[in-house]
């Protein structure tokens, strides 16, 4: 079941962010069971939203992601939230878990 891990960053600035990319190089990136990504700033700090295939995908993640996000003087410590619906680029909904 797809679940969706929430990364909140108050008071930080999105240089913090690209850094992430610099440590953690194309592992960072190159992940087939994450579905989607998202960073937006607040103007008071940045959150960063991705969506896996499932909880075992995105805890392999934090191998690679856990280091990379230490090395650009983050501290993450993501909420994760299971998906109860989603629609693809090609226009395709999914309900997940109970009706």
């Known amino acids: ?9 108050p008071g930080q600035d999105l240089a913090q962010y690209r850094k992430v990319f610099e440590a953690g190089g194309s592992p960072i990136i190159d ?14 700090g940045f959150t960063v939203v991705d969506v896996w295939e499932d909880e075992g995908a995105f805890a ?5 992601i856990g280091p990379a ?4 003087g983050l501290d993450a410590r993501p909420k994760v939230f299971v998906v109860a619906g989603m ?13």
Do not use: K, N, W
């Open 69 to 72: 996000t230490a090395a650009a």
């Open 31 to 44: 992940q087939a069971q994450r579905l989607f990504h998202v960073c937006y700033s607040d103007g008071d």
């Open 87 to 99: 629609i693809t680029h090609d226009g395709r909904y999914s309900a997940y878990g109970p009706a």
């Open 60 to 64: 392999a993640f934090g191998e690679i």
């Open 1 to 9: 079941m797809p679940i969706a891990a929430v990364f909140e960053f």
